[in-house]
């Protein structure tokens, strides 16, 4: 069975850069079927698509994001990451990974609380 | 760039069929996805390409798309779907999310 699991500092001061590692378990980074991407969901609001990435080095990100983000993968430790620079308190979200099926992402992570705050 | 509308809320009976909708330019010429968020949880994939149910998901949740609008249908609708639902589309390899449809069972 897939399993994701974020991991990562859960309070960022702003202006600095939001880094998170997404684990992988009982799949590989390396399979040519998926990207592995990520979503977030700001305090009582929806789901936002941040980016995707591919173990070839392909990455795609959301237009509003793309100045800020960084998509990268070590399938070597079977983890993909996430860097979002310069945040904001509107970074303040649940940050969830999960596979990427580019109609879908059909498992998730259990999602990282992360604030930006001073 | 482009975007999926969903009704803020909608409301039903238990026992009765609930639709929900989502909006989008030729929305039926892409596949559309459902998916289920209860407080607290992660989102779970409930419908793919538009009509298909994943494995543990219950018959009573279908999906169809055409024109400019998917839809999620849940038949006999218990209190355990009470939840929001967010459909998802793809467009130029860049995913959407709607911004989610609160569903009261009551």
């Known amino acids: 069975q897939l399993q994701l699991q974020e991991s990562g500092p859960g309070l960022v001061k702003p202006s600095e850069t939001l880094s998170l590692t997404c684990t992988v378990s009982?799949?590989?980074?390396?399979?040519?079927?998926?990207?592995w991407g990520w979503i977030r969901q700001p305090p009582g609001k929806g789901l936002e698509w941040i980016g995707s990435?591919?173990?070839?080095?392909?990455?795609y990100y959301n237009p509003s994001l793309k100045s800020r983000v960084t998509i990268s993968l070590d399938t070597s430790k079977n983890q993909f990451s996430l860097k979002l620079s310069s945040v904001t308190a509107a970074d303040t979200a649940v940050y969830y990974c999960?596979?990427?099926?580019?109609?879908?992402?059909?498992?998730w992570g259990q999602g990282t609380l992360v604030t930006v705050s001073s | 760039s482009y975007e999926l509308t969903q009704p803020p809320s909608v409301s039903v009976s238990p026992g009765q069929t609930a639709s929900i909708t989502c909006s989008g330019d030729?929305?039926?010429?892409?596949?559309a996805c459902w998916y289920q968020q209860k407080p607290g949880q992660s989102p779970v994939l409930v419908i793919y390409?538009?009509?298909k149910r994943p494995s543990g998901i219950p018959e009573r949740f279908s999906g169809s798309n055409s024109g400019n609008t998917a839809t999620l249908t849940i038949s006999g609708t218990q209190t355990m779907d009470e939840a929001d639902y967010y459909c998802?589309?793809?467009?130029?390899?860049?995913?959407?999310f709607g911004g989610g449809t609160k569903l009261t069972v009551l």
């Open positions: 999960a596979r990427d099926q580019e109609e879908n992402f059909d498992y």
């Open positions: 009982g799949g590989s980074l390396s399979n040519s079927l998926y990207f």
């Open positions: 990435g591919y173990y070839s080095g392909s990455t």
């Open positions: 030729k929305l039926g010429d892409r596949y």
């Open positions: 390409q538009d009509t």
């Open positions: 998802q589309a793809w467009d130029s390899s860049t995913r959407v």
